[in-house]
C-alpha cells in the first residue's frame, strides 16, 4: 500500500534559496515546487529511482533528489537543482530543509560538505546525523 507523507517547507529553505528560484523562474517555480512535494509526498517510490539518494540512514533519514525546472529541457541530473529533506518514517512527514542549485553553494569545497555545514549551521535538530 502507497502512503502519502505530510510536505513541509521549513523557513529556512524558504528564505534563502527557494527565494532566488521563484524569482528567477517564476511561474515555472510553481510548477516545479508542486512536482517536488508531489514526489516528496511518495518518497517511498522517489527512493526507488536514481534521483534521490539516502545520505544519513536511521530514525530520521536525510535524502538527497534532484529535480529540473518545469518546462526546461535539462535533465534532473544534469540541471545541478536540489532538494535536502529529512525523512522521519514513523511520523510520516517530509520537511524540505534545503533547495538549491550546486552553483549557490559550491565555493573551494565539495558540494556535499557544504550543504552538509548549512544543515548543521542551521538545524539543530539534525546536526547530529552528520
Known sequence: MEINYSVQ??????RHFIKKFKK???SQ????????????????NLLKTDRAEIITDGD???????????K????????????????GKDGGSVSILLVYNKTDITSKN???EEWKKIIKNNYSEYKHLF
Open 24 to 26: 528567477k523562474y517564476n
Open 29 to 44: 517555480w510553481d510548477v516545479t515546487l508542486k512536482s517536488i512535494i508531489f514526489e516528496l509526498e511518495r518518497i517511498d
Open 72 to 87: 526546461s529541457k535539462e535533465s534532473a541530473k544534469t540541471s545541478g537543482n536540489r532538494c535536502i529533506v529529512a525523512w
Open 9 to 14: 517547507i521549513e523557513e529556512f529553505a524558504e
Open 60 to 70: 530520521i533519514k536525510i535524502i538527497k533528489t534532484e529535480f529540473r525546472i518545469a
Open 110 to 112: 565539495k558540494e556535499t
